[in-house]
Nanobody, 122 residues
Framework: QVQLVESGGGLAQAGGSLRLSCAAS????????MGWFRQPPGKEREFVASITRSGDFTYYADSVKGRFTISRDNAKNTMYLQMNSLKPEDTAVYYC???????????????WGQGTQVTVSS
C-alpha cells in the first residue's frame, strides 16, 4: 500500500504561482510513474501532468502546457508541480497519483492522494 500526501495548495491571484508537493510513503517510489489530476468545482476529474519513473519524460494536458512543470526527486520520494501564470480556471482540487506501469495520461492509477485545494482569484 502506498500513501500519497499532497501539500502546497492555497489561494493565489491570477498570474501568480504555487508549488504543490506529493510525498510518497514507499521506498519503491522510483518504480512508479507519477502524475497529477485535478477536479474543478462542478466538473469531472481531469488529467494534468505525468512523469516517468526516472523523470526523463513528462507529459502535459494542453490546458497547462507551458505554464506548469512536473518534476520528481526519487531520493526524497517526492513529486512536485510548479504552477506559474495561474488562471481562475485552474481552480480545483489537485490530486497526486501513482501508477506502476507508466502511460502518458496515467489511466486508472493504483494510488491517489487525498487532494489539495488550489483557488485562483481574478
Amino acid at each position: 500500500q502506498v500513501q500519497l500526501v499532497e501539500s502546497g495548495g492555497g489561494l493565489a491571484q491570477a498570474g501568480g504561482s504555487l508549488r504543490l508537493s506529493c510525498a510518497a510513503s514507499t521506498r519503491a517510489f522510483s518504480t512508479y510513474g507519477m502524475g497529477w489530476f485535478r477536479q474543478p468545482p462542478g466538473k469531472e476529474r481531469e488529467f494534468v501532468a505525468s512523469i516517468t519513473r526516472s523523470g526523463d519524460f513528462t507529459y502535459y494536458a494542453d490546458s497547462v502546457k507551458g505554464r506548469f512543470t512536473i518534476s520528481r526527486d526519487n531520493a526524497k520520494n517526492t513529486m512536485y508541480l510548479q504552477m506559474n501564470s495561474l488562471k481562475p480556471e485552474d481552480t480545483a482540487v489537485y490530486y497526486c497519483v501513482a501508477r506502476l506501469l507508466w502511460n502518458v495520461q496515467l489511466t486508472d492509477p493504483q494510488y491517489w492522494g487525498q487532494g489539495t485545494q488550489v483557488t485562483v482569484s481574478s
